[in-house]
């Protein structure tokens, strides 16, 4: 069983009247206290300001962000490393030893294995923690580090329903308050280029938008065959995509950076309502759990503008991944895949990055350092100068807007943001999971099924 820790201010009322206002986490009032107090009775620093780093979810995900904090920061060590499973951390350790030399410091005595294995490594006296398990654990994973005083990065999404996303918003807060770092890994809002173009949107040059469009249409991700000496919780935990009390369903799993992107250049306003279907027409197979393999969804938003979005993991399809947004004075695309990003209209204007960047750091950083590294790099930057960054104001949007739609297709009804939010429908407790437990959730039907 999972050690379990106290869920920090679930008392406080969240309605959206007062989460859409931009801003609307608690203002920030302790000073913060310096992570780099106190000499660890275990590790050698390189020196005085060395950080340390633990990692919990060693899965490949998790081990390029390990990499990625460790080359972020010259005095920056990785000290300590937990997973559910013995092979994952043993891999990502020898992944990152060969990679990353003398800044992987992980004595055997500092790899926790096991569902309790995050609290373990909270305790180890790091100074940074980077969440990587499956989104299910997020909300108990971002508890214990907050109330530690850890500063966070935090892999999206953060809850996969309701009752998780608001111990997040609360976790966020405390976070706030303790003037923590807590960065999303909602990566592409560390890419220059659609910083550049959203940030014209927001300035105005598209007129009044009145629709925004939002796609991530892919083929099938990876499974692993089950092993006869697997559980059916261990088998479901290995292949945690398909289930959605663990992933979410790929719409909040993968599809929200598509959601994050239409919210960005809306001004992460939150909308209304949401209506639209979804359903599993190819991927249908046992083996993939309950999630759906497709979803078409309508936002409404109060100023007016209608957001479309479509998702679907369907092999041999054609692929789209992008945000379109129609304003009175002018259209926007941003296509992942061919990379374009362009403004059409009053303000005709095409991304060009040698020509952006009158700065020739920040022409190298965009075109050596990647938007996954500068996520790292800016994370770090801002612990050093004791101005730690904080996302928590609107990642948690992205994350509602991506469950809200779940919610309307699993259901087939129109959906109120308000009412997504304040929901009580718990898919599980993350406290509650163990090696022992049996979950068959049933493929959601439009129609027919009512609880979120």
């Avoid at 608001?166 to 990566?187: C, H, T």
């Avoid at 369903?249 to 809306?266: N, T, V």
Wanted: aromatic share 12%; proline share 3%.
């Amino acid at each position: 069983m999972f050690v379990k820790i106290k869920i920090i201010n679930m008392n406080k009322k969240i309605t959206r009247r007062n989460f859409v206002q931009v801003g609307g986490f608690a203002t920030a009032s302790a000073l913060l206290t310096n992570p780099l107090s106190g000499e660890s009775a275990v590790f050698r620093r390189n020196n005085s300001n060395t950080l340390r780093v633990g990692l919990i979810g060693c899965g490949g995900r998790g081990t390029a962000a390990a990499e990625e904090a460790l080359n972020a920061d010259d005095n920056v060590v990785l000290t300590a490393m937990a997973d559910a499973f013995q092979d994952h951390l043993d891999n990502s350790y020898n992944r990152l030893k060969n990679n990353m030399k003398d800044k992987v410091q992980v004595p055997e005595r500092n790899k926790f294995v096991g569902l309790e294995s995050f609290q373990k490594l909270i305790d180890s006296d790091v100074d940074v923690v980077l969440l990587a398990a499956p989104p299910f654990f997020r909300p108990l994973h971002l508890e214990a580090c907050v109330q530690a005083g850890k500063h966070v990065f935090c892999e999206k999404p953060f809850a996969v329903d309701a009752p998780g996303l608001r111990r997040v918003i609360a976790a966020s807060e405390e976070a706030k308050d303790k003037n923590l770092a807590l960065v999303s890994g909602f990566v592409w809002r560390s890419d220059f280029s659609k910083r550049e173009t959203f940030n014209r949107v927001l300035a105005g040059d598209l007129g009044k938008i009145m629709t925004a469009e939002s796609t991530y249409d892919t083929g099938e991700l990876w499974s692993f065959e089950r092993k006869k000496e697997w559980s059916n919780f261990e088998f479901q935990l290995r292949n945690w995509l398909y289930y959605s009390w663990l992933s979410g369903d790929h719409i909040i799993e993968q599809a929200i950076h598509s959601l994050d992107m239409m919210q960005w250049a809306l001004g992460d306003q939150l909308p209304i309502s949401v209506v639209g279907s979804g359903g599993r027409q190819k991927r249908i197979d046992p083996k993939f759990g309950d999630v759906f393999d497709h979803f078409a969804l309508r936002y409404e938003y109060e100023d007016g503008v209608t957001g479309y979005f479509s998702c679907r993991q369907q092999n041999n399809t054609t692929n789209s991944y992008g945000v379109k947004f129609i304003g009175d004075e002018g259209t926007c695309v941003v296509d992942v895949l061919t990379g374009e990003h362009s403004i059409t209209g009053k303000n005709p204007w095409e991304y060009n990055s040698e020509n952006t960047f009158g700065d020739d750091k920040a022409y190298e950083n965009q075109n050596t350092r990647g938007m996954y590294q500068i996520e790292h790099d800016e994370l770090f930057e801002s612990i050093r100068k004791n101005t730690p960054k904080f996302d928590g104001d609107w990642m948690v949007k992205s994350n509602l807007i991506a469950l809200a739609g779940r919610m309307a297709a699993y259901t087939g009804q129109r959906i109120l943001i308000e009412d997504a939010l304040a929901s009580e429908a718990m898919i599980l407790r993350p406290e509650d999971a163990s090696w022992e437990s049996y979950y068959n959730t049933p493929v959601a039907i439009p129609g027919f099924t009512t609880k979120f």
